[in-house]
T-cell receptor, first 114, second 110 residues
Framework: EAGVAQSPRYKIIEKRQSVAFWCNPI?????LYWYQQILGQGPKLLIQFQNNGVVDDSQLPKDRFSAERLKGVDSTLKIQPAKLEDSAVYLC????????????FGQGTRLTVV | GEDVEQSLFLSVREGDSSVINCTYT??????LYWYKQEPGAGLQLLTYIFSNMDMKQDQRLTVLLNKKDKHLSLRIADTQTGDSAIYFCAEISNAGKSTFGDGTTLTVKP
């Protein structure tokens, strides 16, 4: 079974530029998560989708971050414009359910904003 | 809001047992998880425990939950060098919201 795929693996941009990350979850997984992991910290949930609907985006900085999952499969996370403090690893995870099912994580995209 | 606290570092010798501790604040937590993260990799689920359990054993891993004190621990028996990684404690609330600790870096010395 293929795992959660994310691209790119690494991205370096200048502040105020835009960037987009892509995630392909495990086939058949209805729930998709985007996390931000700042160096030395645990992952922080940015947004959770159930199919193509948003379940929780309470910690998503909506003035600059946006995410979509139009067909309930792949998802993109965008930052526009980026700030220095957005430097982090952005992790995508998927699961077949919610609280009582295992979430599988991708390898993440390491973003450096200079 | 919800908070999960872990000690930052733990160092043990190969063959010893490792105990990683975690405290959480959300009394409505339904599931508590332990994840392992190796350098450059995503998070790998090690084990989880439902909030109405107080212990779960899975091969070399033992999870203890003290719900009264909101304290969770992960014991790794016969720790190996391959166990060196960052271990994250996470809680899932009734609403399905996940909160992770900042991770404990386990170093296993030969």
């Amino acid at each position: 079974e293929a795992g959660v795929a994310q691209s790119p693996r690494y991205k370096i941009i200048e502040k105020r530029q835009s960037v987009a990350f892509w995630c392909n979850p495990i086939s058949g997984h209805a729930t998709l998560y985007w996390y931000q992991q700042i160096l030395g910290q645990g992952p922080k949930l940015l947004i959770q989708f159930q199919n193509n609907g948003v379940v929780d985006d309470s910690q998503l900085p909506k003035d600059r971050f946006s995410a979509e999952r139009l067909k309930g499969v792949d998802s993109t996370l965008k930052i526009q414009p980026a700030k220095l403090e957005d430097s982090a690893v952005y992790l995508c995870a998927s699961s077949s359910g919610t609280a009582n099912t295992e979430a599988f994580f991708g390898q993440g995209t390491r973003l450096t904003v200079v | 809001g919800e908070d999960v606290e872990q000690s930052l570092f733990l160092s043990v010798r190969e063959g010893d047992s490792s105990v990683i501790n975690c405290t959480y604040t959300d009394s409505s937590s339904t599931y508590l998880y332990w994840y392992k993260q190796e350098p450059g990799a995503g998070l790998q689920l090690l084990t989880y425990i439902f909030s109405n359990m107080d212990m779960k054993q899975d091969q070399r891993l033992t999870v203890l939950l003290n719900k009264k004190d909101k304290h969770l621990s992960l014991r790794i028996a016969d720790t190996q060098t391959g166990d060196s990684a960052i271990y994250f404690c996470a809680e899932i609330s009734n609403a399905g919201k996940s909160t992770f600790g900042d991770g404990t870096t386990l170093t296993v010395k030969p």
